[in-house]
């Protein structure tokens, strides 16, 4: 492997060959902002926030594409880069809504962070603003265009990493925007759901469908009887959000948290994912024992099976017909469960949290 040597800032630092200046920075322990840039996944040199000065070059250049080369000398905050950075920034937010206040990101928010970090206190350039619909159509992803800043990161997770491509640019010039061909909504085309793309917006223009409402309506309502069941992944996942160290896991708290929020009973999904377990072991048995479709794979997720059903239609008879453990448990709680406790099966008001978008669409 070529290595070059690299000055960043004045510091040198040996970088593999072909490998760009945000890469060396960083090696070297040197912070560039950027926004569109996605590691191992979005490298296109589009917002210009990575702005650097590059000596020789003639204009300053975005590190996140710049590739090195030997004895390559680089100024990443000089007063002409800093200037050069506010400015794309200012830009961006003279055509983004300002309304952080109620923003589903802020706090959370890239551009907002950065705004922040570069001491920007007023929007300079002022002048139209772009006004698309908001798409709430999907039972689990809402986009705002409006706050999309074309950083394409959401395209090429969706396309690389997720191998399903259904996001692109459309329109031309200010009308430009991210969305599906023909606008289609999400549940209706080869989207799997899976949420990626949100993980990957930087902003607020891509978000998860709340249903939190709907819920706290029903644990006021007298006359419900609410249930609620939380996935394996998400007593792991909370902890983190409450500074609990990363991979304990908070079982007990979460329970008692749910009910304190007033759920008549809180279940576990791992029962039901006991029953699935049983279901499609049954399932696997009689496929060896009468030559059914082998070999069987699990229906357990439904991003999966939407992608399935999208992707490889003719790969369809492998899944297993089983429920999936969400699933699962909305049936036995409303029958089995049910007749146990003795109460009406439509007065259960059964609620799930869930790791995945996807699962909303089931
Ligand atoms: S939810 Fe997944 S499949 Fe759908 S657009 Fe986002 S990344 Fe692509
Ligand atoms: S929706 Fe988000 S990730 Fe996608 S291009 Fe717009 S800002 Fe970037
Ligand atoms: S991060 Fe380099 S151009 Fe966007």
Redesign the pocket.
Same mark, same amino acid.
């Not at 040199?45 to 990575?50: D, K, P, Y």
């Not at 975005?62 to 594409?65: E, I, L, N």
């Given at each position: 492997m070529e290595m070059v040597n690299v000055i960043i800032d004045g510091k040198s630092v040996e970088v593999e060959k072909g490998s760009t200046v /945000?890469l060396a920075a960083q090696k070297a322990g040197v912070h560039i902002p950027? /926004? +569109?840039?996605l590691k191992d996944v979005n490298a296109i040199?589009?917002?210009?926030?990575?702005l650097v000065e590059v000596k020789g070059a003639k204009a300053l250049q975005?590190?996140?594409?710049y590739p090195v080369s030997d004895g390559l000398e680089v100024h990443t905050n000089t007063p002409k880069v800093r200037e050069a950075r506010k400015a794309v920034v200012e830009l961006l937010l003279s055509n983004h809504p300002a309304d952080c206040l109620t923003c589903v990101r802020s706090g959370n928010c890239e551009l907002q962070t950065m705004a922040q970090q570069m001491g920007i206190r007023e929007i300079r350039f002022e002048g139209e603003k772009s006004t698309f619909p908001i798409d709430d159509r999907s039972v689990a992803i809402v986009r705002d265009p409006n706050k999309c800043i074309l +950083?394409r990161r959401c395209v090429a997770t969706c396309q690389k990493v997720q191998g399903v491509s259904i996001l692109g640019l459309v329109n031309r010039g200010f009308n430009s925007t991210v969305g599906t061909a023909f606008n289609h909504p999400l549940d209706d085309i080869n989207c799997a759901l899976c949420g990626q793309c949100i993980n990957a917006c930087p902003v607020g223009a891509l978000s998860e469908k709340d249903d939190t409402a709907k819920v706290w309506a029903a644990l006021a309502d007298e006359n419900k009887h609410c249930i609620v069941q939380f996935s394996p992944a998400v007593r792991i996942a909370i902890s983190e959000e409450f500074g609990i160290p990363m991979g304990e896991i908070s079982t007990g708290k979460t329970v008692a948290a749910l009910r304190r929020l007033g759920f008549d009973k809180v279940f576990d999904t791992n029962w039901s994912a006991d029953l699935t377990i049983m279901e499609e072991g049954n399932e696997l048995l009689q496929r060896i024992q009468n030559g059914g479709v082998l070999p069987q794979i699990t229906s357990c997720s439904p991003g999966w099976i939407k992608y399935c059903e999208h992707h490889y239609p003719d790969q369809l008879d492998h899944l297993s017909s089983a429920k999936s453990p969400q699933q699962m448990f909305g049936a036995i709680a409303k029958t089995y469960y049910a007749e146990k406790a003795g109460i009406d099966p439509a007065t259960i008001f059964s609620c799930s949290v869930m790791p995945c978008t996807a699962k909303k669409y089931e």
């Open positions: /945000l950027t /926004l +569109c840039y040199g589009a917002c210009r926030v990575c975005p590190a996140c594409v +950083c």
